[in-house]
């Protein structure tokens, strides 16, 4: 089981871009799994908790208003589903990541492919509903499966050589 080796900048660059998204699956297998357990109006309750202080100095709180009109729609149905979205995504990136850093040639084709899809339905989201956060992480994406693509490239060039 060799690791990954990180010999110039575009293999350190690569790195910290998957470890980064290795991060992000795994809050999102974090944030996933809370919410299987704490029912809506515990995140309703915990919203108003978390924002009544910022509303009570400003009630026109852009930051704190968005925290509460996104808790007071929630119902059980939109908590399992988002949980099962941030499971599913959770487990996709940390296995991918990990096959990575073990330098696993098969895990690059796919890693591009699984972050295509979800660059695509960001666009999407990005037409409903525009978002500087969701725009940010979109390019930093596109940034992941450039740098995937390149090192899958090397990597490949190189198993030739030693063949």
Not at 95 to 102: G, N, Q, R, S, Y
């Amino acid at each position: 089981m060799a690791l990954l080796k990180f010999t110039d900048w575009w293999d350190r660059f690569f790195a910290i871009g998957i470890i980064l998204k290795g991060l992000d699956g795994a809050l999102e297998l974090v944030g996933g799994l809370l919410l299987l357990f704490v029912a809506p109006e515990q995140i309703k309750e915990l919203a108003i908790l978390i924002t009544q202080p910022e509303l009570t100095d400003d009630p026109n709180d852009f930051i704190a208003n968005h925290i509460l009109q996104g808790a007071s729609g929630l119902t059980d149905h939109v908590v399992v589903f988002t949980a099962a979205y941030l499971l599913a995504h959770g487990i996709v990136k940390v296995v991918l990541v990990t096959a990575l850093l073990m330098d696993k040639l098969w895990a690059y084709p796919w890693m591009i492919g699984v972050l295509a899809i979800f660059i695509l339905y960001q666009f999407y989201q990005l037409t409903l509903t525009p978002s500087l956060g969701l725009a940010v992480l979109t390019v930093f994406d596109i940034l992941i499966v450039g740098l995937t693509w390149h090192e899958y490239v090397r990597h490949r060039r190189r198993r030739k050589e030693l063949t």
